[in-house]
C-alpha cells in the first residue's frame, strides 16, 4: 500500500461546479497537509496548508483533514476554466523541512 | 523576484551517459530539495542540501548526487542513465526553522529524456 493514494482521474466539470478532491493516507505520523496545483509543463504551486484536523478556507478553495479516517480534501467553489490543473495532496510529519509526500495527482478539466 | 530557477528547461540523452542539472533558489532561500516526477506520478523526494551538505536523502541510488554551492544554488548529477530516469526533475528551496514546508517553491523543473 501507498503511504498516500490520490484518484488521478481526469475528473471533468462544468463551469460553476463544485469540485472535491481527495486522498487518503496510511501513515499515522503526518501532521501537516497541502495541497498544490501543477500547471502543464509547470512546478507545483502552494493553494493550501493545514496542520491537524479541521477546516481551513481560502476565497474559493477550502482544505479539510479527518485525521481519524486518514482522509483529507480539497473543495473548489464555482469552478473556472483557469482552474483545470492537475492537483496534488502533500503531507509531512513535521512542519520544517521534511520531505514532503505526494500523491499521484488528480488531472481536472473544467469546461466552459 | 525571479523565483526558483533552473536550467536547462529540456535535456536529451542516451542510456549510461551522465547528466547535471543546475538551481537557482528563491532570494533570501539556504535550503534546496530536490524531486523527480515521473509521467502521470507525483514528486518523490531525492534530497536535500543545506550548508553545502546533503542533510535528507530519499530512496534514491547513489547514482544520484548533489552539491550546493556558497550561493545556495545546487547541481543534480546522474550517472549511468537508465530508460527509468526519464521524468520531471524538480528543484524546491525554502528556508530553515519551522512552517518552511509552508514557504517551499517550487521551479518549473528540468525535462530529462533518456532514448
Known amino acids: 500500500q501507498k503511504e498516500v493514494e490520490q484518484d488521478p482521474g481526469p475528473l471533468s466539470v462544468p463551469e460553476g461546479a463544485i469540485v472535491s478532491l481527495n486522498c487518503t493516507y496510511s501513515n499515522s505520523a503526518f501532521q501537516y497537509f497541502m495541497w498544490y496545483r501543477q500547471y502543464s509543463r509547470k512546478g507545483p504551486e502552494l493553494l493550501m496548508y493545514t496542520y491537524s484536523s479541521g477546516n481551513k478556507e481560502d476565497g474559493r478553495f477550502t482544505a479539510q483533514v479527518d485525521k481519524s479516517s486518514k482522509y483529507i480534501s480539497l473543495f473548489i467553489r464555482d469552478s473556472q476554466p483557469s482552474d483545470s490543473a492537475t492537483y496534488l495532496c502533500a503531507m509531512s510529519s513535521y512542519s520544517g523541512n521534511t520531505p514532503l509526500v505526494f500523491g499521484k495527482g488528480t488531472r481536472l478539466s473544467v469546461i466552459a | 523576484d525571479a523565483g526558483v530557477t533552473q536550467s536547462p528547461t529540456h535535456l536529451i540523452k542516451t542510456r549510461g551517459q551522465q547528466v547535471t542539472l543546475r538551481c537557482s533558489p528563491k532570494?533570501?532561500?539556504?535550503?534546496v530539495s530536490w524531486y523527480q516526477q515521473a509521467l502521470g506520478q507525483g514528486p518523490q523526494f531525492i534530497f536535500q542540501y543545506y550548508e553545502e551538505e546533503e542533510r535528507q536523502r530519499g530512496n534514491f541510488p547513489d547514482r544520484f548526487s548533489g552539491h550546493q554551492f556558497p550561493n545556495y544554488s545546487s547541481e543534480l548529477n546522474v550517472n549511468a542513465l537508465l530508460l527509468g530516469d526519464s521524468a520531471l526533475y524538480l528543484c524546491?528551496?525554502?528556508?530553515?526553522?519551522?512552517?518552511?514546508?509552508?514557504?517551499?517553491?517550487f521551479g518549473s523543473g528540468t525535462q530529462l529524456s533518456v532514448l
Open positions: 524546491a528551496s525554502s528556508t530553515t526553522g519551522g512552517r518552511s514546508n509552508e514557504k517551499l517553491f
Open positions: 532570494s533570501g532561500h539556504d535550503t
